[in-house]
């Protein structure tokens, strides 16, 4: 059963980072989405053993690349080098041909190098030089971001933003889990010990099984409602895009997944929308994505659901 | 929305300018109005700009001037006057729509128009009118709530509108209904011109001559029960003076009577021994009361009735308003009493009439047949026309009548029957009133025109009033069934709306009460309940239908899962657990946390989301368990 599977994975995650069900889930049905995943919070809160402890379970490749101010997009995707005994360029993979990378603080670095690997993102694969490189699947980009710094950064623009299919915040540990986190031995220890329950072939095979999810069309007419009114709102500038509602089909496709359904259920897009959308929005006033998430909350709750 | 709120303020000014026409107090000030207005709203519609402030102001108050000076100078009826004031301000108003409240001023203005219309008119037009006034007003009412707060989005509001309407159209009819009755319009005074009475006189004026013209006019509308009669002499009242060319009527002293449980009666009666004669008669210039003779009691509203010794019965009518009354008659002769000499009063040269009088009673000893004999001359040698030719010079009209012409209408009958009864010595003098009538087979009652109007002859025999009539009988055109059809819609009319009364208000609170008392009623009153029961039947099923309509144009896009998943909340809302329309299923699910109900809950949401969402097919036995399932979850 793979929803067992999923279950499971999660509860093992859950060892590593405690009290954290729900962004865990999160991240699993981005994964599962073929999506990527941006987490906007302070440091410490556990983004990157999140992403490593995914990793590990699913038995992938993991890289973590700390974007700083002067990272240059070879640093990401690679570079050729010439070797002088074959008398031939020959490509050193980057950073980037992994199947989880975190990207840490992704806002720390200049637009080239962001342009960079959001390119990447979206079309899983890389050109050098004529040359074409895939990228390997399953294949997840964790981005994180730092909403109290904003000194020396470069902000992400919106069209860059859209291409994350899910944003979520970790949050503190709640004070009984964070008491537990004093005295363990350093996170990304414990997720050293832990065992992959499934492989990334399976992730593979899940990702197509989700494809057949079935959607109820009046499912498919909440869900543009939804559009329609964040592009119809006062408050907003810009509304959702095209893209932003096939996103949210699609990880409730997911979610309908994980729960064993071969259904969508309204309560999927419901739950799933401000997640969804929240960072694809621009509200006239200067805002926190915290706040779009508000909005999208706000209009939710204007539209009647589907019965 | 601003526009369908423009469009509904033109239907509404439109209504009452529209009232005022049917009501037939058409005059230029109003045609001009509506031409003016009807511009105005066209602009309004197209959204053209309005009129400059000051404009409106002058031209608001100089129809305030002419309305003063109309009003308390020109005019002999404030209400016309007022009438003139609202339609000019309307023509006026539809150049100055700003404001939401303009549009207020417009429907209040509307409906002063209904309310004014409604003294002068009892047409059936009016409560369509009435109907459109009020479904427009209620729908604007509610849209011009939406504008005021202000909406942008659209929103779909025909619905509520039609609904809200009907509760107002409901409710305005349950008011009609149980409002105590008053007699007499808002302003007690009658308005309408009455109807030219070319048919009933209260004079008879015998030395006209020419084409009578047969008047349709309906008169009056009876339904009759009770004992049965052969052929209906509306009686109206008795004329005993001729001074050749009139007849005019000396009797004035008139004795009151008076109203015992309802009734006014005249002589002591058995219900049960009288033809019973519930008589609208539609504004015509009189105080008598028509009924088949001999009157014994009648049931009406008015205070006070009188009667003269010709046993002709008066009511202070209101001028111009309907009359609805009751007769009550027994089939008994008028007793005499003292006959005075003015029964044999003739006018001068009356000589060849008493020749020929003479002549025809020759050999006949009795009074009786005396009299038999000259209605059977009469009524055989002469006939009927409406086309008297002008009489020869020098010849009064009645010789004229009697010796040359030998053609007349029942005028001429009657006064040459009773002059000649005179010159024999027999007391007689002409009655005038109505005769026969059409029967609508549609509302099983009887339509008496003006051209049912009708002279006849009592004249004394022993001591009795008995009836004669000269006339030679006509053939009458039978009217076609639509025109029987819509006047039958125009009597349900004026019995229901118009001349609805406290009788009525109590046979429905009868009908209310039926199903607890003994039936122990009269005959006619089952009838009558069977008319009200009908009625509100019929109104029943219409809402019914609306409803209905209403409610599947919702219900038709859910499939019975949804249904009862809808029902399940419900049920969960009445418990007390604080649901909203804003959770999912899946919200709900995890909401419900007490035992025994949690695991139901599940259930039923689990197999709604699987029929719903997921496309399952519903089997007889999962329709089972839905309502296996909501019973339990009632239960708990």
Redesign the interface.
């Known amino acids: 059963m793979a929803n067992n599977l999923l279950n499971q994975l999660q509860s093992q995650i859950e060892i590593v980072i405690k009290g954290k069900s729900n962004a865990i889930k999160m991240a699993l049905l981005t994964l599962l989405s073929k999506g990527h995943l941006l987490i906007e919070d302070i440091p410490g809160v556990g983004k990157t053993t999140l992403a490593y402890t995914i990793a590990k379970s699913i038995n992938c490749s993991f890289q973590r690349i700390q974007f700083t101010s002067d990272l240059l997009p070879t640093d990401i995707i690679g570079v050729n080098i010439y070797n002088p005994e074959t008398r031939e360029f020959e490509f050193r993979r980057g950073p980037i041909f992994s199947n989880i990378v975190l990207a840490d603080e992704i806002n720390r670095t200049n637009p080239k190098t962001q342009s960079a690997l959001l390119e990447a993102m979206n079309e899983r694969r890389i050109s050098v030089e004529r040359k074409t490189y895939l990228l390997p699947e399953p294949f997840m980009v964790i981005a994180t971001q730092n909403p109290v710094e904003y000194h020396g950064t470069f902000p992400l623009p919106e069209s860059q933003l859209d291409r994350f299919m899910m944003h979520i915040k970790i949050g503190y540990p709640e004070r009984e889990y964070e008491k537990q986190v004093l005295l363990q031995p350093s996170p990304i220890e414990i997720a050293d010990t832990i065992k992959p329950i499934i492989t990334s072939n399976d992730i593979i095979k899940m990702q197509k099984e989700i494809e057949n999810i079935e959607v109820e069309e009046s499912l498919l007419d909440y869900i543009m409602s939804i559009i329609a009114e964040t592009r119809k709102d006062d408050r907003i500038r810009l509304g959702v895009s095209p893209r932003g509602g096939q996103f949210l089909l699609r990880v409730s496709k997911s979610a309908a997944y994980f729960e064993g359904r071969h259904y969508v259920l309204p309560g999927d897009i419901r739950e799933l929308a401000p997640l969804v959308f929240g960072h694809r929005i621009i509200l006239k006033t200067k805002s926190y994505i915290s706040d779009a998430e508000k909005v999208i909350e706000d209009i939710l709750h204007k539209i009647p659901l589907p019965l | 929305m601003l526009r369908t709120y423009n469009i509904l303020t033109a239907i509404i000014a439109l209504t009452g300018s529209v009232s005022l026409f049917i009501s037939g107090e058409i005059n230029p000030v109003f045609l001009f109005s509506l031409v003016v207005m009807i511009y105005g709203y066209f602009r309004v519609v197209k959204n053209m700009p309005q009129a400059p402030k000051w404009t409106i102001n002058l031209l608001s108050i100089t129809t305030l001037i002419i309305f003063l000076l109309d009003a308390f100078i020109a005019s002999d009826d404030y209400l016309v006057s007022v009438a003139n004031l609202t339609i000019l301000f309307q023509a006026i108003k539809s150049f100055d729509l700003r404001e939401p409240w303009d549009n207020l001023q417009v429907f209040f203005m509307s409906l002063l128009q209904l309310i004014i219309t409604s003294e002068f008119t009892n047409s059936i037009l009016f409560g369509g009118i009435f109907i459109v006034f009020l479904s427009s007003s209620v729908s604007a009412i509610i849209l011009a709530h939406f504008i005021k707060i202000g909406l942008k ?1 659209k929103i779909v509001l025909t619905k509520p509108m039609v609904l809200i309407t009907l509760i107002t159209f409901a409710l305005t009819t349950i008011l009609f209904i149980s409002i105590p009755r008053i007699a007499g319009g808002i302003w007690g005074k009658g308005h309408k011109k009455g109807i030219k009475t070319a048919g009933f006189s209260e004079r008879v004026n015998f030395g006209s001559f020419g084409t009578v013209k047969l008047d349709p006019t309906i008169v009056m509308r009876i339904e009759l029960s009770g004992k049965e009669r052969k052929d209906f002499y509306w009686r109206g009242m008795t004329l005993d003076y001729f001074n050749g060319i009139m007849w005019e009527n000396t009797e004035s002293g008139r004795r009151l009577i008076y109203k015992r449980e309802g009734f006014f009666t005249i002589k002591p009666f058995k219900k049960e021994n009288t033809l019973i004669q519930k008589i609208y008669l539609e504004p015509i210039d009189t105080e008598i009361i028509f009924g088949i003779p001999l009157i014994v009691a009648i049931e009406t509203n008015s205070r006070i009735i009188s009667m003269d010794e010709t046993n002709t019965i008066y009511v202070p009518m209101k001028k111009n308003k309907q009359l609805f009354y009751t007769v009550y008659s027994v089939d008994e002769p008028i007793y005499s009493g003292f006959i005075e000499k003015k029964y044999l009063q003739l006018p001068e040269s009356m000589d060849r009439i008493k020749e020929l009088a003479s002549n025809i009673v020759k050999g006949k000893n009795k009074t009786l047949d005396k009299a038999m004999a000259i209605e059977k001359h009469l009524k055989e040698k002469y006939s009927y026309t409406l086309n008297v030719p002008e009489p020869s010079r020098g010849m009064n009209p009645i010789d004229d009548f009697l010796f040359r012409t030998k053609k007349g209408y029942c005028e001429h009958y009657a006064t040459a029957m009773v002059l000649m009864l005179r010159s024999i010595g027999i007391p007689s003098r002409i009655v005038t009133g109505f005769y026969g009538g059409e029967i609508n087979s549609y509302g099983g009652y009887l339509i008496v025109r003006q051209s049912n109007a009708h002279s006849w002859v009592e004249a004394v025999i022993g001591n009795e009033w008995r009836k004669f009539d000269p006339t030679p009988a006509v053939s009458v055109e039978k009217p076609s069934i639509i025109m029987l059809y819509l006047d039958m819609m125009k009597m349900q009319w004026n019995r229901y709306v118009v001349s609805f009364s406290s009788s009525d208000q109590k046979n429905i609170f009868n009908l209310l009460t039926f199903p607890f008392r003994i039936p122990d009623m009269p005959d006619f009153r089952l009838k009558k309940i069977k008319d009200i029961l009908s009625f509100v039947l019929i109104a029943l099923i219409i809402s019914t239908i609306a409803l209905l309509i209403h409610k599947s144009s919702k219900k038709k896009h ?1 499939t019975y899962p ?1 249904i009862q ?2 029902k399940a909340i419900g049920i969960l809302k009445k418990k007390g657990i604080k649901i909203t ?2 959770m ?4 709900i699910r995890r909401f419900i946390k007490k035992d025994g109900l949690k695991e139901k809950v599940e259930e039923l949401i689990t197999m709604y ?2 029929h ?4 399952k097919t519903l089997t007889h036995e999962e329709k089972k368990r839905y309502k296996m399932l909501l019973k339990q979850i009632k239960a708990i």
């Open positions: 989005e859910y949804t998943y809808i329309d804003k999912t299923s899946t919200d989301e699987e719903r969402f997921g496309k």
